[in-house]
Structures are given as C-alpha cells and as structure tokens.
C-alpha cells in the first residue's frame, strides 16, 4: 500500500465492534488486514486455516460493524478483496467495564490481544538467526518493575506513545515492519511475611 492507500491510523472501539471481535478468528483476520494489506477470502483462509466459505462469513460480520470493507480497485466479480477501516484498532477499556453484557466479550478480546503479543514476539525468536545481521543489537525485549501512583502510570504511557508517534511516517526504502508493544498495569505484590517458612 502507498501512504495514499493506507486506512486511517485508528478509532477506538465500540460495542458492536468489541461484540463482532469477541472471536479469535475474526481478531486474527483483522490483524492480518492491518499488517499485510488488503487480501481475499481465499488469502486469508489459506493463511489461517480455514475454508473461504467461513472467512468470507467472517468478513461479512466485520464489514457490518465497520472494520472492514470491500476494496472495489482491486476487486472483481470473481473474486472480492477486503481492507481494514483502520491501520490499528484501540481500546478503552473503561468504555465498557460497566457494563455486565460485554464482560465476556471484553475478556476475550483482551486475552487474545495478549495471546497476539506472545506469538508476535515468539515467532521473532523462532526467527532469529535470519535477522541476526541487521538486528542483533537493535531489537529489545524489556520487563522494568516500577513503584508508581496510578497517575503517575498514565503519564508514562502518554509519554511513551508520543515518542511513538514521532517515529510514524511514511514507508523508506529499506525499512522494516517493527512491531512495538507496551504495555503498563499493577500487580498485587506477594512479600513473605516472617516467621511464616518452614525451616530446611
């Protein structure tokens, strides 16, 4: 895709959205849309595993709630390619946790959002030795343990996504895909209390 044909960055999710994507298959599609660019029914069932009949079900469902839609340029009677809305699909979760309809779709959509930065950073080391010579000291894999105030946590991440957002800009000759995941929550600390060890 030319910068001209790329979707619009992102748009935050709503509930008919988080509904339709309550289903790994159709967040696995969407992913793919967004990462390699338009495909078919037939593409993607290939890459997935499943027959075009379903994909194309599937493609339905997520063109009705608007996160894709038919690309008519490349498209034909014979065969229908589809695109994504958006590059990239955001969340707040806090649109929705009030809500006791969507908690089942929300925590499926969240694990799989987890299960999706596992594999992403799984199949990189699976890769590794074919992208030893130009990455071999430039990817990073960090797991930082700080003591913060929740707000103090939100101004972090609004840091850190603009750091991000310097680095967008049009695809260069040479460049690669590079995936940056972040990620910023608490965890309930579990300290042994004194006294409470059996003794070796």
Same mark, same amino acid.
Request: glycine share 6%; charged share 30%; hydrophobic share 35%.
């Given at each position: 895709? *030319?910068? $001209? !044909?790329?979707?619009? =960055?992102?748009?935050?999710? &709503? ?6 994507? =309550? ?17 078919? =029914?037939?593409? #993607? ?13 599937? #493609? %339905?469902?997520?063109?009705? @709630?608007?996160? @894709?839609?038919?690309?008519?340029? %490349? ?7 589809? %695109? ?10 806090? $649109? +929705?946790?009030? !809500? ?16 999706? %930065? ?5 199949? +990189?080391?699976?890769? #590794? ?11 990073? +894999? &960090? $797991?930082?343990?700080?003591? #913060? ?13 603009? @750091? ?6 049009? *695809?260069?000759?040479? !460049?690669? &895909? ?23």
């Amino acid at each position: 895709m *030319t910068e $001209d !044909d790329r979707p619009p =960055a992102s748009r935050p999710l &709503d509930a008919r959205m988080l509904r339709a994507l =309550a289903h790994p298959l159709r967040m696995r599609m969407l992913e793919l849309l967004q990462a390699d660019g338009p495909a078919t =029914a037939t593409g #993607l069932g290939k890459r997935v595993g499943e027959s075009s009949g379903t994909t194309s079900w599937h #493609l %339905r469902l997520l063109a009705e @709630v608007g996160l @894709v839609e038919e690309d008519s340029e %490349r498209g034909n009677k014979r065969e229908r390619w589809w %695109r994504p809305v958006q590059k990239a699909t955001r969340m707040r979760a806090t $649109d +929705f946790i009030g !809500d006791p309809d969507l908690a089942g779709p929300l925590d499926t959509y969240l694990r799989f959002l987890v299960e999706q %930065r596992y594999e992403a950073e799984a199949r +990189f080391i699976s890769e #590794l030795p074919r992208w030893m010579a130009d990455w071999h000291d430039k990817a990073e +894999f &960090d $797991d930082v343990k700080l003591s #913060l105030t929740p707000e103090e946590t939100a101004a972090m991440s609004k840091e850190v996504y603009a @750091v991000i957002n310097r680095y967008r800009r049009a *695809t260069r000759p040479g !460049d690669y &895909d590079v995936v940056a995941h972040w990620s910023a929550f608490p965890r309930q600390a579990q300290p042994e209390k004194p006294g409470t060890s059996k003794s070796d």
